[in-house]
């Protein structure tokens, strides 16, 4: 299994920076994706940014620009560097891996508890 603990939410006014960090533990072989989610009240939970194992990445069209996801892989910890912030950015973000547990384990997904990032004057 692996777990995931989020933590970096908060409030911030508009204009603002938050910086999110996402740690997984447990038993872990391979990372293979890490991933930002969000979903704001009433809506559905949609994709902030991914990170790949070689680095790459791929920010939503909404947050390119002020948002950067990074990955630290010896540690196992995704980053999300939140500027620029606005009220639309208001949501519970989610922290989300594809992850294998041992070298024979089929790839899984796992979910954080997610962490309110409200933004707001």
């Known amino acids: 299994q692996v777990q995931l603990v989020e933590s970096g939410g908060g409030l911030v006014q508009p204009g603002g920076s938050l910086r999110l960090s996402c740690a997984a533990s447990?038993?872990?072989?391979?990372?293979?994706?890490m991933d930002w989610y969000r979903q704001a009240p009433g809506k559905q939970r949609e994709q902030v940014a991914t990170?790949?194992?070689?680095?790459?990445?791929a920010p939503a069209d909404s947050v390119k620009g002020r948002f950067t996801i990074a990955r630290d892989n010896a540690k196992n910890i995704v980053f999300l560097q939140m500027n620029s912030l606005k009220p639309e950015d208001t949501a519970v973000y989610y922290c989300?891996?594809?992850?294998?547990?041992?070298?024979?384990?089929?790839?899984?997904?796992?979910w954080g508890q997610g962490t309110q990032v409200t933004v707001s004057s």
């Open positions: 447990g038993s872990i072989f391979s990372i293979l994706v």
């Open positions: 989300h891996v594809v992850a294998r547990a041992t070298q024979s384990d089929a790839p899984r997904n796992y």
């Open positions: 990170v790949r194992t070689d680095g790459s990445t």
